[in-house]
Antibody, heavy 118, light 110 residues
């Protein structure tokens, strides 16, 4: 069955960096567009970034552009999110999710919590 | 990219029907048939309920249906049940090739 398992979350100081990973299984990873979506505590969903199936095309939310980098390794069936210059407002549960082409995320992982605090 | 607008809360009695609206612009909801709806219970990951405006994934109850008119998409839950109590979010593809979520709606079953 389709599985997306995020890891790499934790507590990090403002201004520091963190890399999240998302291990995919149960489907042909290289055929799907992949997303990162986050949810601050008690708040709604916020779309963060998307990467094409071949990894060449990437788009970001304005709130993270220039600080976050999405990437993927299709040989390892893994999605990444490199987060730099972290701010308190980046504190959230980060979900990875897959979709086809122009569609919105369909299948989601369980999320990993990132807390930015001194 | 501004969030799509949803009502903060909607409520109904068991067996009733409720409708949640999701209003965007012609650069997102109105411009594409790539609107999805999600159900999220507390502490859980979102679950896809509707995709491409009207389509239900396998396993989702036919009590859930979607539609769109202009820049507003809607999710209707018919025959409301206790387990439908959750937060619901819409999402759309945008003209910038990004995605945008709605502000979220808390559904309460009275």
């Amino acid at each position: 069955q389709v599985q997306l398992v995020e890891s790499g979350g934790g507590v990090v100081q403002p201004g520091r960096s963190l890399r999240l990973s998302c291990a995919a299984s149960g489907f042909t990873f290289s055929s799907y567009v992949m997303h990162w979506v986050r949810q601050a505590p008690g708040k709604g969903l916020e779309w963060v970034a998307v990467i094409s199936d071949d990894g060449y095309t990437k788009y970001y939310a304005d709130s993270v552009k220039g600080r976050f980098t999405i990437s993927r390794d299709n040989s390892e069936n893994t999605l990444y999110l490199e987060m730099n210059s972290l701010r308190a407002e980046d504190t959230a549960v980060y979900y990875c999710a897959r979709s086809l082409l122009l569609r919105c995320p369909e299948h989601w992982g369980q999320g990993t919590l990132v807390t930015v605090s001194s | 990219q501004s969030a799509l607008t949803q009502p903060a809360s909607v409520s109904g009695s068991p067996g009733q029907s409720i409708t949640i609206s999701c209003t965007g612009t012609n650069s997102d909801v109105g411009g594409y048939n790539y609107v999805s709806w999600y159900q999220q219970h507390p502490g859980k990951a979102p679950k896809l309920m509707i995709y491409d405006v009207t389509n239900r994934p396998s396993g989702v109850s036919n009590r859930f249906s979607g539609s769109k008119s202009g820049n507003t998409a809607s999710l209707t839950i018919s025959g409301l049940q206790a387990e439908d109590e959750a937060d619901y979010y819409c999402s759309s593809y945008t003209s910038s090739s990004t995605r945008v979520f709605g502000t979220g709606t808390k559904v309460t079953v009275l």
